[in-house]
């Protein structure tokens, strides 16, 4: 065994024990340990990780723990850009795509009512998540640490918020969602790309109120569902325009 300082920083202290947050705190290591390891060892997943610095230096998730490190841990700050720094690898470029655990069947259908590619299935298993989330390069979203902790999970996020809305706001700020939003392009059932829809083909489809209100009509291939512009789309559309305004 060997001993090592960790300090972890900012949100990440929510997952130490409290007697270790907010402060240094010495800790033994196996002589083979990891960075990973040892931040996993301690509660923190290591997709919450965005930069590691070992003796002030920057290092990686795979970096080997030797006698006397100092190691600071620190997560994603929306402010503060530290992609020179950080040798962890990234999610791709583009808008995020997501897979949420079967806890966060209301997240998902709100990340697709603002545009954003999310798979859910509240039959997932913890395993097929991951995998799935791997071979696509998804970010997982769940509320578990230890399906954060699945080797072969590579991006993902700890959910901390428990209301839906909240969980909209928290990924707007983590993942920079504002700039990539295409509200009301996914289907919110299926996932998949909505169309305009010809009002006269659809008139057999949609309560004749709503024929005599609204002109504009969305349709799904997959499910066959009509949207319009109603009292739900407004509520919804006045969240998302909220989201824009996140510092």
């Not at 795509?97 to 859910?120: E, N, S």
């Not at 918020?161 to 920079?176: G, N, S, T, V, W």
């Not at 990539?180 to 996932?191: E, G, I, K, M, T």
């Amino acid at each position: 065994m060997t001993n090592a300082t960790f300090r972890f920083y900012a949100r990440l202290n929510a997952f130490l024990a409290v007697e270790r947050r907010g402060q240094a705190f010495r800790c033994s290591c196996a002589e083979s340990a990891t960075t990973k390891h040892m931040i996993e060892a301690l509660g923190v997943p290591h997709t919450e990780v965005a930069l590691v610095l070992v003796n002030g230096a920057p290092a990686g998730l795979d970096w080997p723990i030797e006698a006397g490190d100092r190691i600071a841990v620190y997560p994603k700050f929306e402010q503060l850009d530290i992609g020179s720094l950080t040798t962890i690898e990234p999610l791709p470029p583009g808008p995020p795509r997501f897979v949420a655990d079967a806890h966060l069947g209301g997240l998902a259908r709100l990340l697709r009512m603002a545009g954003f590619d999310t798979l859910y299935d509240n039959n997932f298993e913890d395993a097929a998540m991951a995998e799935l989330a791997n071979r696509e390069r998804r970010a997982l979203l769940t509320r578990d640490r230890a399906l954060l902790m699945h080797r072969l999970v590579l991006h993902g996020c700890y959910v901390h918020a428990i209301k839906p809305q909240d969980q909209l706001r928290e990924l707007y700020q983590r993942f920079d969602l504002a700039s990539h939003a295409r509200p009301f392009s996914l289907c919110l059932s299926c996932n998949v790309p909505l169309h305009p829809a010809d009002k006269v083909a659809i008139l057999d489809r949609v309560p004749p109120r709503v024929q005599a209100r609204h002109e504009r009509f969305l349709g799904c291939d997959q499910c066959d569902r009509i949207f319009w512009e109603g009292t739900h789309w407004q509520d919804m559309r006045a969240l998302l325009d909220s989201l824009t305004l996140v510092d």
